[in-house]
């Protein structure tokens, strides 16, 4: 008998890669059965491809469980397995950006991260989630807390002293080795808020209408208020009028990635009314961390596909180097540098190119005199919150390796990321008293400011 001729699926598609919007207020969406049908689905492709090997400790997890079966293929994998799989990817969303060949608009339709997105929210809504990924991901409670008179030099104590960290790693399960972000008071609102726009008149350049209202970030705000001030200094050098917003809250992106998407919720009602205000008031938005221009410029709209508003804050949001690159693009960049930076290392965020804005902190680095960047596309494995859980750091930290060799083997005068906290992470790995300075840092040293 003759066997039937199949015809192979194509091997990729030549399209752009397409998201599709997250129905994740659907009963369906939460349908525990129909996960498992799309996680084997989509392990199967994965598995017969295996381009993703080398992106995050996911996609070994589930080739390493596929190899060490009995059959080698999934249905020899315990459906535990799975669930290991979706704790270790932190939607970077690399797998989908740059290696995946079968993503929308290919018939196979697959988009790795937003079906980890709704295991997460499934085992969320379960209640399978640990307190201290609650504890860690409440980013405005806890710089609320961290930041109060006294208790910020408690905290920041606790968190350098080898007896507290330990409590930490039996009680929270915290790895008592990772660099914790130090807590600073007074915050970057505290100092800033009151602040008035520089008084010049705002030029417009191409998308950009010449003045900025920025959205600190948590992060920004209590833990390292340099960034946000670095950014406002470098752009009022350049002319342009910068203000903060009235009020914030956190975007967002930690409660997504836990997969709590009603507090996601919350948080995008009262932060994009708060911008869109700003927006119809003739200013543009930046904000200082990759994650949270991330968050509104792909996640919310993911999420929130028929909101008006979150479309409206997605198109004038804006990353700083992105912003400041459309402004030279128009003759509106000040280029007259104070001093030269050398040899910069340069880590690019993960979340900063997944935003597709090409390599814009490199560009504007790189008009500096006499300074070569050295550039660095890899995950450092920090993600959030990821390299601080006990069962993760040691991965996270193997996942920076390739970066902190390379940085080694560079002998720089500076280590960069446009994710602050990734720039910790390597610098942590690269050891002898390296340290990290923003690019924004940077730049406000080249320009002498």
């Known amino acids: 008998m003759t066997e039937p001729t199949l015809t192979p699926p194509r091997e990729g598609s030549l399209e752009a890669p397409k998201r599709h919007p997250v129905d994740w207020r659907s009963p369906a969406f939460y349908d525990e059965g129909a996960l498992f049908a799309e996680l084997e689905r989509v392990f199967d492709i994965c598995h017969g491809c295996r381009r993703c090997f080398n992106l995050c400790h996911a996609f070994p997890t589930l080739f390493d469980a596929i190899d060490e079966s009995e059959t080698m293929e999934l249905d020899g994998v315990d459906k535990s397995v799975y669930w290991q799989v979706v704790d270790h990817c932190y939607l970077c969303d690399m797998c ?13 339709n697959v988009d790795f991260p937003n079906l980890m997105l709704r295991a997460k929210a499934i085992k969320f809504r379960k209640g399978d989630v640990r307190l201290r990924d609650r504890i860690l991901t409440g980013t405005d409670t806890l710089g609320r807390m961290g930041t109060l008179p006294v208790v910020v030099n408690v905290v920041n104590a606790a968190n350098r002293a080898k007896p507290a960290r330990k409590l930490m790693q039996k009680t929270l399960a915290v790895h008592p080795e990772a660099r914790l972000p130090e807590y600073r008071r007074p915050t970057t609102r505290a100092k800033l808020s009151a602040r008035r726009p520089k008084s010049v008149e705002p030029q417009a350049a191409g998308p950009t209408c010449g003045r900025v209202a920025v959205f600190s970030t948590c992060y920004g705000n209590f833990n390292h208020p340099a960034i946000v001030e670095d950014l406002v200094a470098v752009f009022e050098h350049n002319d342009i009028p910068v203000r903060l917003l009235d009020r914030e809250r956190c975007c967002g992106m930690p409660k997504l990635e836990l997969g709590d998407l009603e507090t996601v919720q919350r948080a995008k009602e009262e932060n994009v009314a708060e911008l869109k205000a700003l927006i119809d008031d003739g200013w543009d938005i930046v904000a200082p961390i990759p994650s ?4 509104f410029k792909q996640e919310l709209p993911l999420l929130f596909p028929e909101d008006a508003d979150v479309a409206a804050v997605r198109n004038r949001m804006f990353d700083p180097f992105e912003y400041l690159a459309l402004r030279h693009k128009h003759g509106k960049l000040n280029t007259s540098f104070a001093q030269s930076l050398g040899t910069v290392a340069y880590h690019v965020a993960c979340h900063q190119r997944v935003q597709k804005i090409g390599p814009r902190t490199q560009e504007l680095l790189s008009l500096v005199p006499e300074t070569r960047v050295e550039v660095i596309e890899r995950c450092a494995g920090q993600d959030g919150t990821y390299g601080f859980k006990d069962e993760c750091h040691s991965i996270a930290m193997k996942i920076a390796r390739p970066i902190v060799n390379r940085v080694k083997q560079a002998q720089v005068d500076h280590l960069t990321s446009d994710c602050a906290m990734a720039g910790e992470h390597i610098a942590y790995g690269v050891g002898n008293g390296a ?5 924004l840092t940077l730049l406000r040293i080249a320009y002498g400011i």
Request: glycine share 0%.
């Open 96 to 108: 989908f950006m740059s290696k995946c060949p079968y993503v929308p608009p290919h018939e196979w």
């Open 292 to 295: 949270c221009v991330l968050m």
């Open 435 to 439: 340290a990290s300075k923003h690019p």
